[in-house]
């Protein structure tokens, strides 16, 4: 299965960083993996994965709230096929990337 769709959303849109409000590309158990990217100025995420219980591929979006903080999770999202729910854990803190 193609894993592309939001490279495609960066490309067509020309998106650069500084446009991003979330981007993360996370790898998950069982060669399932998951992108959602949220752009300033949208409520919605786009948002695609390959179910790590299915390996079923798909893209969606929805919407994108803030995270409390409480919450171990920054957001979930539900694959579709097999209704398995996935969760994205909060990143640790204190991992900002330099400026090179
Ligand atoms: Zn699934």
């Not at 998951?34 to 079923?56: D, Q």
């Not at 929805?62 to 854990?89: L, M």
Request: hydrophobic letters at 30%; proline letters at 1%; a positive charge.
């Amino acid at each position: 299965m193609s894993f592309g769709k939001i490279s495609s959303i960066i490309q067509e849109r020309n998106v650069k960083m500084a446009d991003c409000a979330y981007h993360t590309l996370r790898e998950l158990e069982n060669g399932g993996k998951i992108r959602a990217l949220v752009l300033k100025g949208e409520s919605k995420a786009h948002i695609e994965f390959i179910c790590p219980k299915c390996g079923n591929y798909e893209y969606k979006t929805q919407d994108w709230g803030k995270a409390s903080k409480a919450a171990k999770y920054r957001f979930e999202t539900k694959c579709s096929k097999c209704g398995g729910d996935i969760k994205i854990e909060k990143l640790k803190g204190g991992k900002k990337k330099k400026k090179e």
